[in-house]
C-alpha cells in the first residue's frame, strides 16, 4: 500500500468512526456515500494558529471509546488545516482556539449539507458565550473541560459525551489544566457563522 492510500485509509475510518460517535443517520449516510469517492491529494498544513502546539497534548487525554479516533489523528495531524473564526478579535483567546472543517462546504472532504470537524482549546482558556442558527452536537474527544448551556450552569463534560445546542442556545467553554479536544456536527445552517453574544447583541441593539 502506498503512503497516499493509507493516509486515504485513515482519513475515511476517521470520518466513519467519528459519524459513529455522533449517533445521527444523515451524517453516517453522508460519511457512506463518500466511501468510494476519490479524495483527491491531502495538503500538508503550512502555517497553524498558536494553538495547535497543544494538540498532541490533548491527545493523551482521551478514554477508551475515543482513543481510535485519537490514534488516526495522530497519524493525519499534518494534514490538518486549522482555522479561525474571522468575526472574533480577542488576542488572547485567538491564541488558544482553533477549529478544522474535516467534512463540509470548507472541508478538507467537500459536503453541501453538513459540517463536521474538530474544536481545540489550549488550558485555561474561555471560549465567551456565543449562538449561531446551526442546531450543534459535540463529542467530546480529549480532554476535560465545563460547558455552559441556556440555564448558564457550568458542568464538566469528559471524553466521549456528546452535548446538543439547539439553534441560538447560548454556550460557552473553558478549559483548565488539560486542553480540549471536540468533534462538532452542523446539519443546517451552514451558510450563518457563530458570533459572540455580547456580538449579536450590539447588532440587534442598532438595529
Not at 2 to 22: G, I
Not at 73 to 95: E, G, K, M, V
Amino acid at each position: 500500500m502506498t503512503a497516499q492510500a493509507k493516509v486515504e485509509t485513515d482519513w475515511r475510518n476517521l470520518l466513519v468512526c467519528l459519524a459513529a460517535m455522533f449517533e445521527s443517520a444523515r451524517i453516517g449516510a453522508a460519511v457512506g456515500e463518500l466511501a468510494d469517492a476519490p479524495l483527491g491529494h491531502l495538503p500538508v498544513a503550512t502555517t497553524e494558529p498558536t494553538v495547535v502546539r497543544h494538540f498532541e497534548r490533548a491527545l493523551d487525554n482521551s478514554c477508551a471509546a475515543t482513543e481510535p479516533v485519537c490514534w488516526m489523528l495522530r497519524r493525519l495531524q499534518r494534514h490538518l488545516r486549522w482555522n479561525q473564526n474571522p468575526s472574533y478579535t480577542d488576542a488572547d483567546f485567538l491564541r488558544g482556539y482553533a477549529y478544522c472543517e474535516l467534512l463540509g462546504p470548507n472541508g478538507l472532504q467537500r459536503a453541501a449539507d453538513v459540517s463536521m470537524g474538530l474544536l481545540l482549546l489550549g488550558p485555561h482558556i474561555t471560549y465567551p458565550q456565543h449562538v449561531h442558527p446551526a442546531t450543534e452536537l459535540y463529542v467530546v474527544i480529549a480532554g476535560h473541560a465545563q460547558w455552559s448551556q441556556g440555564d448558564g450552569i457550568w458542568r464538566r463534560r469528559a471524553p466521549a459525551e456528546r452535548i446538543r445546542h439547539v439553534s441560538m442556545e447560548p454556550h460557552a467553554m473553558r478549559t483548565a489544566d488539560e486542553p480540549l479536544l471536540a468533534a462538532y456536527l452542523w446539519q443546517d445552517h451552514l451558510d450563518h457563522g457563530a458570533r459572540l453574544v455580547a456580538d449579536a447583541q450590539h447588532l440587534e441593539d442598532r438595529r
